[in-house]
C-alpha cells in the first residue's frame, strides 16, 4: 500500500478524500508529520493555493505528498466566492455566516448557476502535477440538509432535486467536485506510479 501525505487541516475533507482512496493508498495527515501549523493559501488561483499548500509540505518532509483547493463559483457574482470560498464572511472558516452572505448576495436573483471546482496539486518524486474536478449546479433558495460541510446544504447539483447536505457522503462524492479529481488523482497513482 502506498503512503501519501493529504496537506489539509479540514477533517471533513480528510474523511471524503480516505473514503475515495479505499484501501490502495493510506493517508498520512499533516498533524502525523508534525505539520501544526496553518498553511499559507495566498494566491489568487484555486491551482496556485493547491501548490502553495503542496510546495510547503514537500519543502518540509522530501515526501510525496497532495494538497486540494475548492472554490464555489456562482455565474450571477461574477465568480465569487471562488479562491475566497472559506473567508467569504468572516476571516475564519464560519460555514454558517458565509452561507448566510451567499443567501443576501443572491436575494431575488434568478440565475442562481454555480459550480464547484477542485483543483488538486499532488507532488511526486519532486515533480508536480494538477487534477480539476468540476460539479454543475444551482444555490438554493434557503438551507437543506445537515451531512457534508460548508455550502453543502445550499448546493443542489444538476440533474437532482436535494442539496449536497441531504445527499449521503456515499452518494456526494459519486458526483462531486472533490470525488472527481480524486479520481483523476488515483488513476494517475495507481498506473504504476506509486
Ligand atoms: P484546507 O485548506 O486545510 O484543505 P479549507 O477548509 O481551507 O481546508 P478549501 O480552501 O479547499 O478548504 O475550501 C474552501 C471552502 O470552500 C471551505 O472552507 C468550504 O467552505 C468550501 N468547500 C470546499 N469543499 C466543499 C464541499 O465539498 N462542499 C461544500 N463546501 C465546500
Not at 173 to 191: E, P, Q
Amino acid at each position: 500500500m502506498g503512503k501519501i501525505i493529504f496537506a489539509t487541516n479540514n477533517a471533513h475533507k480528510l474523511s471524503e478524500v480516505q473514503a475515495l482512496l479505499g484501501d490502495a493508498f493510506e493517508l498520512v495527515t499533516l498533524k502525523e508529520c508534525g505539520i501544526t501549523e496553518d498553511i499559507p493559501e495566498t494566491a489568487a488561483t484555486l491551482e496556485g493555493n493547491a501548490l502553495q499548500k503542496a510546495r510547503y509540505v514537500f519543502e518540509k518532509t522530501g515526501a510525496d505528498c497532495f494538497a486540494d483547493d475548492t472554490g464555489l463559483e456562482v455565474e450571477a457574482l461574477g465568480g465569487e466566492p471562488g479562491v475566497h470560498s472559506a473567508r467569504y464572511a468572516t476571516d475564519g472558516h464560519d460555514f454558517a455566516a458565509n452561507n448566510r452572505l451567499l443567501l443576501k448576495n443572491l436575494e431575488g436573483q434568478s440565475n442562481r448557476k454555480a459550480r464547484f471546482r477542485t483543483v488538486i496539486a499532488l507532488i511526486l518524486e519532486g515533480k508536480e502535477y494538477l487534477f480539476e474536478g468540476i460539479v454543475e449546479g444551482t444555490i438554493a433558495t434557503r438551507e437543506s440538509g445537515c451531512e457534508g460541510f460548508g455550502y453543502d446544504p445550499l448546493f443542489v447539483p444538476s440533474g437532482e432535486i436535494v442539496t449536497f447536505a441531504q445527499m449521503s457522503a456515499e452518494a456526494k462524492n459519486a458526483i462531486s467536485h472533490r470525488g472527481r479529481a480524486v479520481a483523476k488523482l488515483v488513476n494517475f497513482l495507481k498506473d504504476g506510479k506509486l
